[in-house]
Each structure stands twice: as C-alpha cells, then as structure tokens.
C-alpha cells in the first residue's frame, strides 16, 4: 500500500473515540516522518491539518512519547516543525534527536519560535552552516524570558489556513501559508539532499551542579552549567510521575506555600553528563517594588552516596518481605468480603432480593479476580527472592495457547478484537511447570488485548523452529496504541497508551510486563520487549532440543 493511498484511508475514517484520535495520530506521524518527502502537496497540507485537529485531544504524554519515537528516523522538515511548536516537552523530544539535512534545518529556522531555537542551540552535532545561522538571529532568537503559550496557537492557526480533507470550497487565495511555503522551499534543495550521517557528538565531561530561575509559574528559563536543552522547560510546580524528567512532590508542595525548597530530587534527561539524579534547593524571590512573586532562584548538585536509597541487596530484600506483608493484609479482609457476599448471593440468612444477589455474585467474581492477581503477585515474588530448583514438569505451551484463546473469548467480544497466533514448527513443549506457563501466557495475551483498538486483531507466532536452539518463542505484534511506546515506559506501573495514570495501576499494563519476565526468567526464560513485537522466550522440553544439548563425556 503507497503513502498517499494509507493516508487517504486514515483520513476517510473519523476518530470515533480517545483511543482512535491517538491511533489516527500516531500513524499519520509516522507516515510523514518515513515517506513525507514521497508525498505531494495536498496529502502533506491533509495529514498536517488532521494532526492540527487532533493534537488538543491528544494527552501531552503520547505526543512526547510519538516524538521520541520517529525524532532520530524523520527525513521530514514539515513535521519536525509541527512538533518543535508544541509545548515544550514535546518540543524537546523532537529537536534533540532529530536528524536533518543542512538544506532542511536552514528552512525550518523560520518556522521555529525562541523556545524550540534554544534547544537546537544547545545541541552540538548540528551542521556549521546551521550553527551560522543561529547566531545569525541574535541572543534574543533564544532567549526565554517567560514561558510562551504562542507556539501552539500559532502552528494550529498555520496549518489549519491548508484546505480541510473536506468537500468545502477551499478558502480565497491570499498569501501562502508557512507549511506549504516551507515545503516549497524544502523542494529547492531536494537535488542536493544527500544524507550524510551526523559526526558522533564529543564526549562531555560529567556534572556536578549548575544554578537556574524559574518564572512565576514554576517554569525553568534560565540556567548556567548544564545545557539549556536538557532543564529549560521544566516544571517545579508540579510532580513528574513515573520516572519522567521532572520534580518530585516536595517541589511541588514547596512551589504552592511560596516556600524554601532544600534537598529535593530532580530527574534529567540527555546526555550521559547530563542526565539523571539531581538534588535541588531553591529560594522565591520577589518584586521588590510591588513585591509581586518572581519565581524560584536555585542551585542543583549530584546526590551523595548515603542520599540514594536504592539497589542495595538489604533493601531488596527488604522490598520482598514488605510485598509478602502486603499479601497477607490483602487476603484477610478479601477473604472476609468475599465469604460475606457468598452468604448473600447463598440466601443463607433469609430471602434476598434479586439486585442485592446480583451485587454479590459481581463482588464474588471481582474478589476471584483480585485473588488470582494477589497469586500472581506472591508467585512473581517468590521467582524473585526464592528461586525454585528445576522440577523436571513439563507443559504443552501450543495446547496452553489454544485454552487462553478460548477462555478469552468473552473479552475478545467486548472489546471487538480478534486473535490470530500462528504455529511455526513443533512440537511446543517448554521446560516450565504448567501453572506458570499458563499466569505467562495467559497475562501476557490479555495485557495485550486490552489496549489493542476497536475492531483490530491480536496478531502473533509461536514458533518452535527457526529459532535458538532450546527455546520456544511466542511473539506478539504490538498493537497500534502501544506501536512506538519506549520499553521502559511499556513497564513502568503507571503508564496507560491514553497519557493518564490508570485508576488501579496494580491492573496495568506495566504490572502484568513485569509479572510475565519475572515468571519467565525464573523458568530460565525471558520478555523481550522488541520495536514491533513482544516476545517470551522460554526453555524447549522437546527431544530435538534436548539432543541439540552437549553431553558431558564419562571418563573411567
């Protein structure tokens, strides 16, 4: 299928709900990041429209996450530029990777604003001819005085001036817009495109501290001993979550209380010198004359030793024992709660009506559900902290997959998703107790069926020849709302392909990643998070494998 006959089609269909919006964007981004220059003008001023359109339903999160994605393989000036006028984070994701021709970095200046200039300044692989004409437009060209908010209105108002992909008459011809001028310009030097790969940055010296300023909203714009690209347009009003670069919650509430903030955490992202772990302390000022709050003036160092409580043997151990206590507090009252609606669904104590037997057995089947997740959880701890000794049982994983396919049909019909896994080979027997191939697969599958879209399939191979040597893989395509998700984000606990932090992170899609490498690994397998598929690879019990072993030789 060409570019612009998937462009059309993406287009025809309107985005029916918040999980469609993020589809529909992300494969428009991808296609103009990949085949944009294979594209004509009035399917490139479309597709930018339509993300024009999108963009204010789509959660900050998966904009930033989409342009990290395509940032480093874009070929395309025009949809660098729709993201450098983003808000700032998404902006960051995009200019610091992204890999241009001279010609098109030249063209685009123009269509950037000063917050997406200071990021290209900071970055040093960039072509002499570009690092020219920056200085060229002056220190005010880069300068951030206060946070502003005209980069988003300015890049929907350019692109929405392209005609809609819609039978409208199309509006009086007066001047042409900034997109189509910038494609046009981009055309001049497509001759002499000729992509060469960017010089392999020097290495920097690692950090140790650095001072910034905040505006009144808790915004850095300022700071000196560390590249812009890596603090500017940062908050410390709000918390990061989920490892995200940012503050943490001290920050925060010292922000609300205009307060003194001593010691607090700071994550970074970028270079090698750059990134990571910082602590921060940081004064408001004000005003003198009206004495109206200014912001925060601060100072940032790398945390001693004793101030990082984390990866210590003692404390994992630790972390083991405080789960195992929290599934013991879990199961007493569960069990409580579930024994008592048994009674009510039962009619144990006298007639009960029907809405109330009703409630019950719902609160039955949600306490199941719950307790086979506390089972999960204990049985992803012991693997954890009580490796067990190899049992020598076996278990049928084709079989198994066959099961979880039926078990799953009710899902599968509320989500209007379909399931096709294909055979490669066989027999499928792994070298894994039955019960825990069953949690693997069984969690693994249902992880991905319940972020895959409307309508779509869960398309996958379990494959037992054309693979390593004694292992079985089940390989799993990404569905579209996770396709170019890192995979650090895929296991972080309170990640959702909608932006937002789920309401029980327990049932995430993180938790369920984590619980499946953590079953494989103990069985001496493991989960490959890949660019397009997600794999479990785990031990073959078949006798072509097992010959496939050395044999130790006996010596009289």
């Not at 083991?320 to 008592?340: M, T, V």
């Not at 972080?492 to 938790?511: C, M, Q, V």
């Amino acid at each position: 299928m060409t570019a612009d006959t998937m462009i059309a089609t993406i287009l025809r269909q309107a985005p029916a709900d918040g999980r469609s919006c993020v589809a529909a964007w992300r494969q428009l981004s991808d296609i103009l990041a990949q085949r944009g220059n294979q594209l004509d003008d009035d399917d490139i001023r479309r597709s930018l429209h339509a993300l024009a359109v999108l963009r204010p339903q789509i959660p900050e999160p998966v904009r930033r996450d989409c342009a990290r994605a395509i940032a480093r393989h874009s070929r395309f000036a025009p949809i660098v530029a729709l993201y450098a006028n983003d808000v700032p984070a998404v902006s960051l994701a995009m200019l610091r990777d992204a890999q241009l021709s001279e010609a098109d970095w030249l063209a685009l200046l123009p269509a950037t604003g000063p917050m997406a200039r200071s990021f290209l300044a900071a970055r040093g692989d960039l072509p002499e001819g570009v690092k020219r004409a920056l200085a060229s437009l002056g220190a005010a060209s880069v300068a951030l005085p206060q946070p502003d908010p005209m980069p988003e209105a300015e890049v929907v108002a350019i692109v929405e001036a392209a005609p809609a992909p819609t039978p409208t008459p199309p509006p009086a011809e007066s001047e042409p817009s900034q997109i189509s001028e910038l494609v046009r310009r981009i055309d001049k030097y497509q001759s002499a495109r000729g992509q060469s790969a960017p010089e392999p940055r020097p290495a920097q010296p690692a950090r140790d501290s650095f001072l910034f300023e905040t505006g009144p909203d808790g915004v850095i714009h300022w700071v000196e001993g560390i590249p812009r690209g890596a603090v500017i347009g940062l908050s410390i009003a709000e918390a990061a979550l989920g490892g995200e670069p940012g503050t943490d919650g001290v920050a925060a509430g010292a922000f609300r209380q205009r307060a003194e903030m001593i010691n607090a955490r700071m994550m970074l992202e970028g270079a090698e010198a750059d990134a990571g772990e910082w602590r921060f302390s940081a004064l408001p000022w004000f005003d003198r004359a009206t004495g109206q709050f200014r912001g925060y003036r601060g100072s940032a160092r790398r945390p001693q030793r004793n101030e990082i409580p984390y990866g210590l043997p003692a404390q994992e151990d630790n972390a083991g024992d405080s789960i195992r206590q929290l599934i013991h507090e879990l199961r007493s009252p569960l069990n409580a709660i579930s024994g008592f609606a048994q009674i009510i669904s039962g009619q144990m104590f006298g007639p009960v009506s029907h809405t109330y037997r009703a409630m019950a057995d719902t609160i039955v089947t949600d306490a199941a559900a719950v307790q086979a997740l506390i089972d999960d959880l204990q049985a992803a701890t012991r693997a954890a902290t009580e490796p067990a000794p190899p049992t020598g049982e076996n278990s049928d994983i084709g079989a198994i997959t066959a099961q979880v396919e039926r078990d799953l049909g009710p899902l599968l019909a509320e989500h209007n998703v379909g399931i096709s896994i294909s055979r490669v080979g066989g027999p499928f027997h792994a070298a894994v107790e039955d019960l825990a191939a069953r949690r693997m697969v069984g969690r693994l599958i249902t992880a991905l069926v319940d972020v895959s879209e409307s309508n779509g399939a869960l398309v996958g191979q379990l494959l037992a020849d054309g693979v390593q040597k004694g292992e079985l893989q089940l390989r799993l395509v990404r569905p579209v709302a996770i396709r170019f998700t890192p995979a650090r984000d895929l296991l972080d606990p309170s990640y959702s392909p909608e932006g937002d932090a789920p309401g029980a992170a327990i049932l995430s899609l993180g938790f369920s990643l984590r619980l499946v490498d953590s079953l494989a690994r103990a069985a001496g397998g493991r989960l490959d998070i890949g660019h397009n598929a997600l794999t479990l690879h785990l031990p073959s019990a078949s006798p072509s494998a097992a010959a496939d072993q050395p044999v130790p030789r006996q010596h009289d």
